[in-house]
T-cell receptor
């Protein structure tokens, strides 16, 4: 149980385009989803927390107009990187909490974004 | 604010031996959760073990166990009978228990090498 998927796993895009990343909880209803960014050989940096049906809460320093988060259902959250630039290249990971285990976050496999 | 410290950037263990990874944290709260996550080269974050602060008994999951010292704010992970598949980055994480959407605070990680 507690499986979280992410799509796509790899994306390469041109500078200035927008990229959407999907995060799905496959076997439980996720009341809360989290989006992280991870640079090579570093820890995870929380970008935002989203609850189903409400606006995401962004961490200090994260541009909410740049990183659009939508949590339209209890099993799906999306992160859209708008007008991507090379400095947005990174590894993005989502996690979900809910169902029978509200306290534990279960992570997706991550998405590698490369902006050319 | 809570902080999590992992003072060992890298550790090495021989196959079948036992290794202990250290983690200390700073908090003024009495009710919280602690986690160990593993991140292998695939970069998928995998839950290893979790501990509720109100429980005195140390959590155990097969070859993985913790030494939770609440007064000392220490939460070490012991891996017994190490296997090649245990090679990964290990992150210690703290979660407050005030509210259902509480975020995780991660340590900087410990890279574990397993040698033959």
């Amino acid at each position: 149980g507690a499986v979280v998927s992410q799509h796509p796993s790899w994306v390469i895009c041109k500078s200035g385009t927008s990229v959407k990343i999907e995060c799905r909880s496959l076997d439980f209803q996720a009341t809360t989803m989290f989006w992280y960014r991870q640079f090579p050989k570093q820890s995870l940096m929380l970008m935002a927390t989203s609850n189903e049906g409400s606006k995401a809460t962004y961490e200090q320093g994260v541009e909410k107009d740049k990183f659009l988060i939508n949590h339209a259902s209890l099993t799906l959250s999306t992160l859209t990187v708008t007008s991507a630039h090379p400095e947005d290249s990174s590894f993005y990971i989502c996690s979900a909490a809910g169902g029978w285990d509200q306290e534990t976050q279960y992570f997706g496999p991550g998405t590698r974004l490369l902006v050319l | 604010a809570q902080t999590v410290t992992q003072s060992q950037p890298e550790m090495s263990v021989q196959e079948a031996e036992t290794v202990t990874l250290s983690c200390t944290y700073d908090t003024s709260e009495s009710d919280y959760y602690l986690f160990w996550y593993k991140q292998p080269p695939s970069r998928q974050m995998i839950l290893v073990i979790r501990q509720e602060a109100y429980k005195q008994q140390n959590a155990t999951e097969n070859r993985f166990s913790v030494n939770f010292q609440k007064a000392a704010k220490s939460f070490s992970l012991k891996i017994s009978d190490s296997q090649l598949g245990d090679a990964a980055m290990y992150f210690c994480a703290y979660r407050t228990n005030t509210g259902t959407a509480s975020k995780l605070t991660f340590g900087t990680g410990t890279r574990l090498q397993v040698t033959l």
